[in-house]
């Protein structure tokens, strides 16, 4: 049973500070990637001592899940301000002005073992389309944009990110080929595909039926019992990026032994939205799970 982190992590406070300075003027932009380097540093080292395989970078130069893709793939900008789903926190949406193409340039925002994207159908629901004539063209063409960052970087392992499958506000649900887009697209690249911010059991079993063999599952959106019978192997999303009250460790050793084919143990989603200590409690507690369960 593995440990891995599944999104964007918080920025310590010296970071915090230094990209303000460096907005402010107040230092260089070689000072402010020595306090990048040193946080980027500093994430591998606390994953590898807590046991966490593959580690992440703490994705600290992705402004948002999508920013990097609209600096490395033409056709693709970013656009006006937006919430990003019901948290205070805000992305650049991303805006399709021509025919998708990666361009280079993806390794400037990677340097860890493990490369989280945003899935097909959550870049659907969230991009503004202006030239397009169809659904189907558009995911295929961003699929293969992914395809060619997986085949530039060359990551341990990558991850797909859906929250828009399972969202819990979501207005419209996602159709039959939404899901085997998701589908085919995880098989293209060899990543689990990573489902929060709602009840997951009903797109994990559509995603299992289609083959999916690694489904990430945010457990404090879903009933644990609605995943029985589910076959591929899970990663548990089961310790809240969204809340800093840290778990109760009995139950939770009680919950992921009720489980027959558990991959990972994670966060139910990017823990970015803690500050870092509580972030780092929250691996912690993941590390001694594991180690009880073990």
């Not at 049973?1 to 599944?6: A, G």
């Not at 260089?28 to 395989?53: A, C, K, M, P, T």
């Not at 490395?72 to 656009?79: H, N, P, R, V």
């Not at 400037?108 to 991009?127: A, D, V």
Request: hydrophobic share 35%; glycine share 6%.
């Amino acid at each position: 049973m593995r440990l891995t982190l599944v999104g964007i992590h918080p920025r310590p406070d010296y970071l915090i500070k230094a990209s303000r300075d460096l907005d402010r003027g107040r230092i260089s932009e070689e000072e402010f990637l020595d306090h990048l380097r040193r946080s980027e540093n500093e994430i591998v080292e606390l994953q590898r001592s807590l046991g966490f395989e593959p580690v992440t970078d703490g994705m600290f130069r992705w402004q948002d899940i999508f920013r990097p893709l609209t600096k490395t793939i033409s056709g693709l900008s970013a656009g006006p301000l937006t919430r990003f789903f019901d948290n205070n926190t805000f992305f650049r949406r991303p805006v399709v002005s021509s025919r998708l193409e990666y361009v280079g340039g993806m390794e400037n925002y990677f340097r860890g073992e493990k490369l989280i994207l945003p899935g097909p159908y959550t870049f659907l629901r969230s991009c503004e389309d202006r030239s397009y004539r169809s659904k189907r063209e558009l995911l295929r063409d961003y699929v293969r944009c992914l395809e060619d960052v997986v085949d530039d970087l060359e990551p341990a392992e990558v991850q797909i990110n859906e929250p828009w499958l399972v969202y819990r506000y979501r207005r419209t649900d996602p159709g039959e080929e939404d899901l085997r887009v998701v589908a085919e697209c995880s098989d293209i690249l060899c990543a689990p595909v990573h489902l929060y911010f709602g009840d997951c059991s009903s797109a994990a079993r559509s995603l299992s039926k289609l083959g999916v063999e690694v489904i990430g599952v945010d457990l404090i959106e879903t009933p644990p019992e609605s995943l029985k019978g589910i076959d591929s192997d899970l990663i548990l999303g089961i310790v809240d990026s969204r809340n800093t009250l840290l778990e109760d460790g009995k139950s939770l050793v009680e919950l992921i032994e009720s489980f027959e084919s558990v991959h990972s143990l994670s966060p139910n989603c990017d823990l970015e939205f803690l500050p870092y200590n509580h972030a780092s409690r929250k691996m912690e507690l993941l590390s001694r799970l594991r180690g009880e369960i073990s």
